[in-house]
């Protein structure tokens, strides 16, 4: 069994900063590609930031310059920092990862439960 667990969210001033973390427990033998989601109330879940084991990583447009992504592999945890924060960047945020479990030879996609951030003055 393994899950995912956010943190970090909250409420911020547009233009005010968040750190998000995600960590991953369980029986984990390998994590490839982890990735940042996000779903704004009345929107379909769109992905904000992805990275892969190695290191590369993709932002969806809206967020290019101002979000950072990046992992701690020897200790299974991946972070979002988010600067000069906008009203529009409201939503609940997800961490989502491919893990290779203990005793399984695929890797399992695993997403956490979510946590909010608030932009608003």
């Known amino acids: 069994q393994v899950q995912l667990v956010e943190s970090g969210g909250g409420l911020v001033q547009p233009g005010g900063s968040l750190r998000l973390s995600c960590a991953a427990s369980?029986?984990?033998?390998?994590?490839?590609?982890m990735a940042w989601y996000r779903q704004a109330p009345g929107k379909e879940r769109e992905l904000v930031a992805a990275i892969t084991l190695g290191g590369s990583t993709n932002y969806v447009d809206s967020v290019k310059d101002r979000f950072a992504i990046s992992r701690d592999n020897a200790n299974n945890r991946m972070y979002l920092q988010t600067d000069s924060l906008k009203p529009e960047d409201t939503a609940v945020y997800y961490c989502?990862?491919?893990?290779?479990?203990?005793?399984?030879?695929?890797?399992?996609?695993?997403w956490g439960q979510g946590t909010l951030v608030t932009v608003s003055s």
């Open positions: 989502n990862a491919d893990i290779l479990v203990l005793g399984s030879t695929t890797y399992l996609e695993v």
């Open positions: 369980g029986s984990i033998v390998s994590i490839d590609t």
